[in-house]
């Protein structure tokens, strides 16, 4: 069978010079709407793409989201545990033989009862007073260190150790006696 143009020239209907036009035609129309159909999947490809960035980018930053959580949950639950293990006995009502102890935590003055023993390795910077839920927790300088190096809201008084020594080499008063019974 024969297409529908050999048929028309045939019958007389066209003749060769309008069978060329019109296949031209159709070769423009094609082109056109090849060129016209790729940029029109270009410009979807690439709103494509810019949505996947976009939804990348925030996939990204929820997860730091979650990460600094989850890395602030590790690091209070480090915390709790090395006061719990490292915490020191003292007694909560105080005896007959302990003596309160005031530290500042904030803007509030609190007292704790410490034996003397604690609290001169206390006012020597040999021990910190650690915030645990609503108690206070006397814990080693050295845990204290690695509490403040996670979370410093947890360390509530230490005194500094180096301060000290080098107060008393400067001292001028280092030969006069300090009373017993002076508290501040």
């Known amino acids: 069978m ?3 143009q050999d048929q028309l020239l045939k019958a007389g ?11 031209k035609e159709q070769r423009k129309a094609a082109k056109v709407q090849r060129h016209s159909a790729d940029d029109a999947v270009d410009e979807s490809r690439l709103q494509a793409e810019q949505t996947l960035a976009k939804k990348a980018q925030r996939d990204r930053e929820l997860n730091a989201e979650r990460d ?3 890395k602030k949950k590790a690091f209070a639950a480090q915390v709790r545990q090395l006061i719990e293990m490292n915490r020191q006995p003292r007694s ?8 309160p102890y005031n530290f500042t935590d904030g ?4 007292k704790i009862y410490v034996s003397a023993a604690i609290q001169q390795q206390l006012s020597l910077g040999r021990l910190a007073i650690a915030r645990l ?3 206070y927790e006397l814990v080693p300088a050295g845990v204290a260190e690695k509490i403040s190096s996670r979370d410093a809201s ?3 008084a230490q005194a500094s150790r180096s301060q000290d020594a080098a107060e008393a080499e400067d001292d001028p008063y280092a ?4 009373p017993d019974d002076l508290m501040w």
């Not at 209907?13 to 296949?23: M, S």
């Not at 803007?107 to 609190?110: M, R, T």
């Not at 030969?175 to 300090?178: A, F, L, S, T, V």
């Open 92 to 99: 909560e009502r105080g005896t007959a033989d302990d003596i």
């Open 2 to 4: 024969s297409s529908l």
């Open 107 to 110: 803007s509030k003055i609190k």
């Open 13 to 23: 209907l066209v003749n060769d010079k309008k069978v060329k036009r019109a296949q």
């Open 154 to 156: 947890y360390i509530v």
């Open 68 to 70: 600094a959580v989850a």
């Open 175 to 178: 030969e006069y006696k300090i």
């Open 133 to 135: 839920d609503d108690k």
